[in-house]
């Protein structure tokens, strides 16, 4: 996958069982659908190894974290273990960023765990900071926890990105205040998801990235119930629609809001 091809997939989960099938084919088809960079997360440790052996190929990024839906995973010797899978990685793997970290308080069963979910946050935060690593961050429901952690952190300034970015102008100028990138993926590229395009709309072209989650969240457009890196270029599309662009000049400035954040 060289990396000046066109497009960016900020967030993807390429570690996921639903994909272990044919992983081979699809990078095969990543290379000839155009997308050069993918920063692929782990949600949970037993895809740690995965995500890192992924890394190296390349135009593949790693990120490594638990999840806040397997916070189930978390205890005190986590954050030992993550930070030896980081420091034990083969020297061509490219582990650029602690995640997929953050809160969510989607449904009660989730929001009693949020204690630990904000300790699991805060220890992860912290290793990203030791080690010079980026962050993808999760929140649902959760900004106010999130923006909490980093203020008893004291973490005024983070590298990385928010994924599936959907909040208010208020939530959005404390995320570029504290350094973060946002990112959309597949249900922006709706044409009926007001909320997601006026949240593009008033995200400014140097914090925008673009991302697929995938296997989930597909846009519209893929019509299919996974979506893979290569759906990326409709929300690349819905992005430079809103801020008319062409493609190709929204595609070379997510790429250099992806190579600032994550490749160092
Ligand atoms: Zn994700």
Redesign the pocket.
């Known amino acids: 996958m060289p990396p000046d091809l066109l497009l960016t997939d900020a967030?993807a989960?390429l570690a996921d069982d639903r994909l272990a099938q044919d992983l081979p084919g699809l990078l095969d088809e990543c290379r000839r659908q155009d997308v050069g960079r993918i920063l692929c997360?782990a949600a949970e440790r037993r895809q740690w190894a995965a995500v890192t052996e992924l890394s190296r190929q390349r135009g593949v990024f790693g990120a490594l974290g638990i999840h806040p839906l397997f916070i189930g995973q978390w205890d005190d010797k986590t954050p030992a273990a993550l930070e030896q899978a980081f420091r034990t990685a083969p020297p061509d793997a490219k582990l650029v960023a602690v995640g997929?970290v953050g809160l969510d308080a989607w449904d009660e069963p989730l929001r009693q765990t949020l204690p630990l979910q904000r300790e699991a946050l805060a220890a992860q935060l912290l290793l990203a900071q030791r080690l010079g690593l980026a962050v993808a961050c999760?929140n649902r429901k959760t900004w106010h926890d999130f923006f909490g952690v980093l203020k008893d952190l004291r973490l005024t300034h983070l590298r990385g990105l928010c994924?599936h970015f959907g909040g208010s102008r208020e939530i959005l100028r404390a995320v570029l205040e504290h350094g973060l990138c946002v990112s959309f993926c597949g249900p922006a590229a709706h044409p009926s998801a007001l909320r997601l395009r006026e949240a593009i709309a008033y995200t400014p072209l140097e914090a925008i990235l673009t991302e697929t989650?995938c296997p989930d969240l597909p846009p519209p457009q893929a019509q299919s119930a996974q979506s893979r890196p290569w759906h990326v270029r409709h929300v690349l599309q819905t992005i430079a629609d809103i801020h008319h662009l062409t493609l190709g000049q929204a595609a070379a400035i997510v790429r250099q809001n992806f190579e600032k954040t994550f490749v160092r």
């Open positions: 967030h989960h997360n997929e999760h994924h989650d």
